[in-house]
């Protein structure tokens, strides 16, 4: 399977780290070129692509979710399915193996699985076929320790049905998903999305990044995520630059 890691081309320095953390511990991947939304004519953008309506989308944020969806259109092309990672995650030094084991845990229906989320945000997985788990998380500062600490401990992956989850450093994205994912998500736009939480009826956000939209599209796909992740993106961290764009 191929794997991509979304790098811009002035992130020289995001591209030494990741090499540093992580070209010992995955057997083969790609740099793939981001969308620079710095230099992207927001004006020029087809209505296919971003509402003109939308707002708060950051150049950044749109040049992200352009890069994503060219990497849907390559599992598209292929006709394969592609793992796709962000240029500030770090995986454990299992993690072939780990990868390997949760894709033999996959039905053979599905769309995308989440290897990693966001630690300072939500996330709701389907725990049996009749209770919903719901993480909530404690924003803890990570620490460069922290990150040696994750790479080098023993960890027991398993993957469970995905209702809501932020952050899209590193997943997997079959060409059916890939597809239903490029109808879904796009245009950018400001759409709506139902968090579910056991101590709230309901709360609704507007979308204004692209991970945030894809929860619209969780409930109707197969979507899967690892609960227990091998991979992580320290975004909380006041020891690493994690800002993607």
Same mark, same amino acid.
């Given at each position: 399977?191929?794997?991509?890691?979304?790098?811009?081309?002035?992130?020289?320095?995001?591209?030494?780290?990741?090499?540093?953390?992580?070209?010992?511990?995955?057997?083969?991947?790609?740099?793939?070129?981001?969308?620079?939304?710095?230099?992207?004519?927001?004006?020029?953008?087809?209505?296919?692509?971003?509402?003109?309506?939308?707002?708060?989308?950051?150049?950044?944020?749109?040049?992200?979710?352009?890069?994503?969806?060219?990497?849907?259109?390559?599992?598209?092309?292929?006709?394969?399915?592609?793992?796709?990672?962000?240029?500030?995650?770090?995986?454990?030094?299992?993690?072939?193996?780990?990868?390997?084991? &949760?894709?033999?845990? +996959? %039905?053979?229906?599905?769309?995308?699985?989440?290897? /990693? $989320?966001?630690? @300072?945000?939500?996330? =709701?997985?389907?725990?049996?076929?009749?209770?919903?788990?719901?993480?909530?998380?404690?924003?803890?500062?990570?620490?460069?320790?922290?990150?040696?600490?994750?790479?080098?401990?023993?960890?027991?992956?398993?993957?469970?049905?995905?209702?809501?989850?932020?952050?899209?450093?590193?997943?997997?994205?079959?060409?059916?998903?890939?597809?239903?994912?490029?109808?879904?998500?796009?245009?950018?736009?400001?759409?709506? &999305?139902?968090?579910? +939480? %056991?101590?709230?009826?309901?709360?609704?956000?507007? /979308? $204004?990044?692209? @991970?945030?939209?894809? =929860?619209?599209?969780?409930?109707?796909?197969?979507?899967?995520?690892?609960?227990?992740?091998?991979?992580?993106?320290?975004?909380?961290?006041?020891?690493?630059?994690?800002?993607?764009?």
């Amino acid at each position: 399977m191929e794997i991509h890691i979304i790098n811009l081309l002035r992130s020289t320095d995001r591209k030494k780290r990741f090499n540093e953390y992580n070209l010992k511990y995955i057997d083969k991947y790609n740099f793939f070129e981001a969308i620079d939304g710095n230099k992207i004519n927001i004006s020029e953008i087809s209505d296919e692509l971003y509402s003109k309506r939308a707002i708060n989308y950051t150049p950044g944020t749109i040049g992200s979710a352009l890069s994503h969806l060219k990497l849907w259109e390559k599992s598209i092309g292929l006709n394969k399915p592609i793992l796709i990672m962000e240029d500030d995650a770090i995986v454990s030094h299992d993690f072939n193996n780990h990868l390997n084991n &949760v894709m033999k845990m +996959l %039905p053979e229906n599905w769309d995308i699985l989440q290897l /990693s $989320y966001n630690f @300072d945000s939500v996330l =709701n997985y389907d725990n049996t076929v009749y209770e919903q788990s719901y993480c909530m998380f404690g924003r803890k500062n990570m620490t460069k320790t922290d990150v040696e600490n994750f790479v080098n401990s023993k960890i027991y992956p398993t993957i469970a049905r995905l209702n809501n989850s932020f952050g899209i450093s590193a997943y997997v994205v079959s060409p059916k998903g890939a597809k239903i994912l490029k109808r879904k998500c796009f245009p950018l736009d400001n759409r709506l &999305v139902n968090i579910r +939480l %056991p101590f709230i009826k309901s709360k609704c956000i507007r /979308s $204004y990044t692209v @991970d945030c939209i894809m =929860n619209t599209v969780y409930k109707d796909i197969n979507a899967y995520v690892c609960p227990i992740p091998f991979v992580i993106t320290p975004h909380i961290s006041d020891e690493l630059n994690t800002t993607t764009r």
